[in-house]
């Protein structure tokens, strides 16, 4: 196929890529035309709210939905016996969205109604009447370890015996170590990863650190709730308007719920306002089908703040131990770590991922760690860009830190003697292919920011981050109009700017203008299955399938050409933006353009259209390294960041912009969840600051500018050596932070977050000692 | 609960409209008169998704109750463009990414040019805590800050050119460029 000529495995010269247009979504959101969740309304539309569990952990002995539905202007009360339990639906997520008989956590929805609006369905949901017997509870993952724990779900989980168990130590005191005699535990699961032999390694080590560390549950903090339109017809036909990451998981689960053909559910993202991985799973959206199918009428239902806080899925606390062992010229010679991560009331904390990336960045031959799934009474967590990856590295960046500095070996230095590179075998199991550490660690260390020298109370932090990168189900079309323009159709919800880079990808292909080509994100009835846009798969695998559809739209146009000329179809190619005789032997046709090819489609054989369907591999990890200087104030506690540098392997930059976007992005929530932020629990285990002013994210005057630096050490795996970007940002900051600071104060933060007064209670620590 | 009957005007454009004494002026925005452009974050002042100006004062609509904006103006992003012209901030916007997904887009184009009308000259630090009131998850700041500050850069330039040439009208030995001032002229429409 001549097409091989010109499409060569690993594309490394390029017009269109690389370039940074304006995005094709730009002027809507620019104006405020562009249709988010909330902005979607339907004719004759009721008004949907969910009564919430205010209790962590209850009974629920009965609910009187009688005065609610006397209520004029209620159409529709519902609880968990409109949505009966479905064969084969996923058991978790239907208790998870409608309690059934136990509420579990603080916010855990116990009832809904739909009113004709929102004042009525207010006056509904007071009138509810719920009898709640209030049981015992647990949010902090340690105590949910314990023997003597409430448990969630009693008969599910059964005990575990930790003194067969590796550092059964540092999972539990020891005299919870021996008793295994309860019933049933609220441990999860258990994993383990690693090679070699750590204790053997460690005999060899000069010097050995090791520290206990426990992070905060922090939530997504997108701007934009979640939000649905339900329309549900008498003849069982549904659709549904949603803010979401993923419209076909939003349909499947949405129909499996509620005992549906998938067919009857037609599913159309909106425009998202963030979603850092909050939005891969339901929550509202059930709730309103099942609303609007009783009532007979569409349903909007639209969170509040208060209840994202509470009710959807922020990420993991965490309670960990890490022991690193090194020679003193640096060399990490062993390595060793047990994880805990509580997931909220149902498994699925991310600890396997966390526990996967904890050593990741370095070249080990003696690893072990252990991750603990456990339950408690808090919300479900869900993902969290790059879930389970920042807690760990935290940990463990911050006992590399503590080597370097005893050692007194330059911080990017000896992650540079140890890092992992193409050969090495990951801690977690697979050997690296080319990937990018070396070159980030390098280029950090070359950067201005390294050599800026540093000021009273000031000092500078390093760390490294590791993320797999997933690839996935992914399916595009393109559709060639009848003036050469093309329609562009896919799957992954746009979160930050994809759309641009899918529209590069496919001029870059065509040899076209980037205007010429339209980007659209298409409703589950339009396209085939999607997989949910995570695990920074989009650029990567919607970029691969959308370079492979516009591959074969090149052959059919090509075939066309042949056609017209009446030579073979293999004797024609495609070059900048036309279709070209192959050869001087294929005969002497003058080119024929998109546009020619486009406006004779329909005398050549019909509309012109390429596909592509893959479950795609071959994501390539993506390696950051950031630096970081802060200033303290010895006086308050309270410290300031002043500059703050990111590097990473980009594999290829499609459009740079917003990859510099999304690793500034990553960055300032890292430094959000080491400074500020933190699930508040009382000590009757209610969320104590479920609001923007409690919970308190990252203003603008909170931060420097975030210098970066895109390297690119291409990806065999994609046809443009794409990688994907958007979680590693978020995985050195907790610890680069917290470096930063001992530096500047000699005090070493092992909890999160950093608040001042965590700061200056340390600071008056290190005072007394000295005194 | 009787409804209340209000007179307005937003974007320059008299506007009546009836609403429930509860609803805040971001609700009937939305709800009552389909102007979705201003978004609600969290409904309690603390995201400035919603930011509109109110007789020229940058305020959270979500704090204002509907019932109250009688006889006053109110300016939202809808208006920002005119007719298919950009706003020279929505453009800077755009061409720096300073948008990811977009939704807090709309409340920070609306607070920077509520700065750039009073301070066309502001410094990356009035700037940042300007825009303070205004919650953004996805840019990390970086871009919005840069589009406001080169926007603020083009604003000075165009004023240096418009006193130049009117300086040169009088006098035509006046000197090519001007200095920028430092004051910015208040913004016509809310000169009141």
């Known amino acids: 196929m001549p097409l091989d000529a010109n499409t060569p495995d690993l594309r490394t010269e390029f017009k269109s890529v690389g370039t940074r247009p304006n995005r094709p979504d730009g002027v809507d959101k620019v104006t405020g035309r562009a249709r988010f969740g909330a902005d979607f309304a339907l004719p004759g539309q009721l008004t949907g709210l969910i009564l919430r569990s205010p209790h962590a952990h209850a009974k629920i002995k009965s609910i009187d939905t009688s005065a609610a539905e006397a209520l004029p202007g209620v159409k529709a009360v519902i609880t968990y016996k409109d949505i009966p339990e479905q064969e084969g639906c996923d058991k978790d997520v239907l208790v998870n969205i409608m309690a059934r008989g136990t509420a579990l956590y603080d916010g855990h929805a116990v009832a809904a109604v739909a009113a004709v609006d929102a004042s009525v369905a207010r006056k509904a949901l007071k009138l509810i009447k719920v009898d709640y017997k209030v049981l015992k509870h647990v949010t902090d993952v340690d105590e949910a370890m314990k023997p003597d724990a409430p448990v969630l779900h009693p008969g599910r989980f059964e005990p575990v015996d930790f003194s067969t168990l590796e550092n059964a130590a540092h999972v539990s005191g020891k005299e919870e170590r021996k008793t295994a005699t309860r019933a049933h535990s609220n441990i999860a699961g258990r994993y383990v990863f690693g090679h070699g032999d750590p204790d053997k390694g460690f005999k060899q080590a000069d010097i050995i650190v090791e520290h206990e560390f426990k992070t905060e549950a922090t939530h997504q903090g997108y701007i934009e709730p979640h939000a649905c339109t339900a329309s549900?017809?008498?003849?069982?036909?549904?659709?549904?308007?949603?803010?979401?990451?993923?419209?076909?998981?939003?349909?499947?689960?949405?129909a499996s719920l509620l005992g549906m053909d998938v067919s009857r559910l037609r599913v159309t993202p909106s425009e998202i306002g963030g979603g850092f991985g909050g939005k891969t799973t339901v929550f509202i959206e059930p709730v309103a089908l099942a609303l609007s199918r009783k009532a007979g009428k569409p349903v909007k239902v639209v969170m509040s703040r208060s209840e994202v806080f509470r009710?959807?899925?922020?990420?993991?606390?965490?309670?960990?131990?890490?022991?690193?062992?090194?020679?003193?010229?640096?060399?990490?010679?062993?390595?060793?770590?047990?994880?805990?991560?509580?997931?909220?009331?149902?498994?699925?904390?991310?600890?396997?991922?966390?526990?996967?990336?904890?050593?990741?960045?370095?070249?080990?031959?003696?690893?072990?760690?252990?991750?603990?799934?456990?339950?408690?009474?808090?919300?479900?967590?869900?993902?969290?860009?790059?879930?389970?990856?920042?807690?760990?590295?935290?940990?463990?960046?911050?006992?590399?830190?503590?080597?370097?500095?005893?050692?007194?070996?330059?911080?990017?230095?000896?992650?540079?003697?140890?890092?992992?590179?193409?050969g090495t075998v990951s801690s977690y199991g697979p050997t690296f292919g080319p990937v990018g550490l070396v070159e980030t660690l390098e280029a950090a260390k070359a950067h201005k920011n390294y050599k800026v020298k540093l000021g009273k109370n000031q000092g500078r932090g390093v760390a490294s981050g590791f993320w797999f990168n997933f690839a996935g189900n992914t399916c595009v079309s393109i559709n060639l109009n009848v003036d050469g323009t093309l329609a562009l159709a896919l799957g992954t919800v746009d979160i930050g700017g994809s759309r641009a880079s899918m529209c590069l990808m496919a001029a870059e292909e065509l040899g076209i203008s980037y205007e010429d080509v339209r980007a659209i994100i298409a409703d589950t009835s339009s396209l085939g299955y999607n997989d949910i846009s995570e695990g920074s798969r989009v650029t990567f695998s919607s970029g691969l399938a959308t370079i492979k559809a516009v591959r074969d739209l090149k052959v059919k146009m090509c075939g066309r050409a042949a056609k017209i000329w009446g030579i073979p179809e293999d004797a024609v190619k495609w070059e900048n933006g036309a279709a070209h005789p192959a050869g001087s032997n294929a005969g002497n046709f003058p080119p024929l353009s998109i546009k020619e090819i486009a406006a004779q489609a329909s005398a050549t054989g019909g509309p012109l259209a390429g596909h592509y369907e893959i479950n795609a591999e071959g994501a390539g990890p993506s390696f950051a390294t950031h630096v970081c200087d802060v200033e303290v104030d010895p006086d308050t506690g309270a410290m300031k960041v002043l500059r703050y540098l990111v590097v990473q392997d980009a594999g290829k930059a499609i459009h740079p912009s917003y990859v510099e976007g999304q690793f500034q992005g990553g960055a300032v929530q890292g430094i959000g969840w080491v400074l500020n932020e933190e699930y508040f629990y009382g000590k009757d285990g209610t969320l104590q600051n479920a609001g923007f002013l409690d919970y308190r994210i990252p203003v603008?005057?909170?931060?420097?500018?975030?210098?970066?630096?895109?390297?690119?050490?291409?990806?065999?795996?994609?046809?443009?050596?794409?990688?994907?970007?958007?979680?590693?940002?978020?995985?050195?900051?907790?610890?680069?932070?917290a470096n930063a600071v001992s530096d500047a104060i000699g005090v070493r933060a092992r909890t999160l977050p950093m608040s001042p007064p965590k700061v200056l209670a340390a600071l008056e620590g290190v005072a007394a000692s000295k005194a | 609960?009787?409804?209340?009957?209000?007179?307005?005007?937003?974007?320059?454009?008299?506007?009546?409209?009836?609403?429930?004494?509860?609803?805040?002026?971001?609700?009937?925005?939305?709800?009552?008169?389909?102007?979705?452009?201003?978004?609600?974050?969290?409904?309690?002042?603390?995201?400035?998704?919603?930011?509109?100006?109110?007789?020229g004062r940058l305020?959270?609509?979500?704090?204002?109750?509907?019932?109250?904006?009688?006889?006053?103006?109110?300016?939202?992003?809808?208006?920002?463009?005119?007719?298919?012209?950009?706003?020279?901030?929505?453009?800077?916007?755009?061409e720096?990414?300073?948008?990811?997904?977009?939704?807090?887009?709309?409340?920070?184009?609306?607070?920077?040019?509520?700065?750039?009308?009073?301070?066309?000259?502001?410094?990356?630090?009035?700037?940042?805590?300007?825009?303070?009131?205004?919650?953004?998850?996805?840019?990390?700041?970086?871009?919005?800050?840069?589009?406001?500050?080169?926007?603020?850069?083009?604003?000075?330039?165009?004023?240096?050119?418009?006193?130049?040439?009117?300086?040169?009208?009088?006098?035509?030995?006046?000197?090519?460029?001007?200095?920028?001032?430092?004051?910015?002229?208040?913004?016509?429409?809310?000169?009141?």
């Open chain 1, 232 to 254: 549900v017809s008498s003849d069982g036909m549904a659709e549904l308007w949603v803010c979401t990451q993923g419209p076909f998981m939003v349909r499947d689960v949405c």
């Open chain 1, 311 to 422: 009710a959807t899925g922020p990420t993991s606390s965490a309670s960990m131990w890490v022991k690193i062992g090194a020679k003193k010229d640096g060399t990490f010679v062993a390595a060793d770590a047990v994880l805990k991560y509580q997931g909220g009331a149902f498994p699925g904390s991310p600890v396997e991922m966390g526990a996967m990336c904890a050593f990741a960045c370095y070249d080990l031959k003696n690893v072990r760690i252990v991750g603990y799934d456990v339950v408690t009474n808090r919300p479900k967590q869900a993902a969290y860009r790059a879930p389970g990856a920042p807690m760990s590295a935290f940990a463990v960046e911050g006992v590399i830190g503590e080597i370097a500095d005893k050692l007194g070996i330059d911080a990017i230095d000896i992650r540079l003697k140890n890092a992992a590179k193409e």
């Open chain 2, 59 to 94: 305020v959270c609509s979500c704090l204002v109750m509907g019932a109250e904006v009688g006889g006053h103006k109110i300016e939202t992003i809808e208006g920002m463009a005119q007719g298919d012209k950009l706003h020279p901030l929505q453009q800077k916007f755009l």
């Open chain 2, 1 to 55: 609960m009787s409804a209340v009957h209000v007179s307005t005007n937003i974007n320059g454009d008299d506007v009546e409209f009836v609403c429930r004494p509860d609803e805040s002026l971001l609700d009937v925005l939305r709800d009552r008169l389909g102007m979705t452009g201003s978004k609600e974050g969290c409904g309690t002042g603390d995201c400035g998704a919603c930011s509109v100006e109110l007789d």
């Open chain 1, 700 to 737: 603008c005057s909170d931060v420097p500018m975030i210098d970066t630096v895109i390297v690119e050490v291409p990806n065999p795996g994609h046809p443009y050596g794409v990688r994907g970007v958007g979680e590693t940002s978020i995985v050195p900051p907790l610890a680069c932070v």
């Open chain 2, 96 to 192: 720096h990414a300073a948008l990811q997904c977009g939704i807090c887009t709309p409340g920070f184009l609306v607070a920077a040019r509520n700065l750039l009308e009073r301070n066309n000259d502001p410094t990356e630090t009035e700037v940042r805590y300007w825009l303070a009131g205004n919650l953004c998850r996805c840019t990390g700041y970086d871009k919005i800050v840069r589009a406001v500050l080169d926007t603020a850069k083009d604003m000075r330039k165009a004023a240096a050119k418009s006193s130049a040439k009117k300086a040169s009208a009088k006098k035509p030995a006046a000197k090519k460029k001007a200095a920028p001032k430092k004051t910015a002229k208040k913004g016509a429409r809310h000169a009141a």
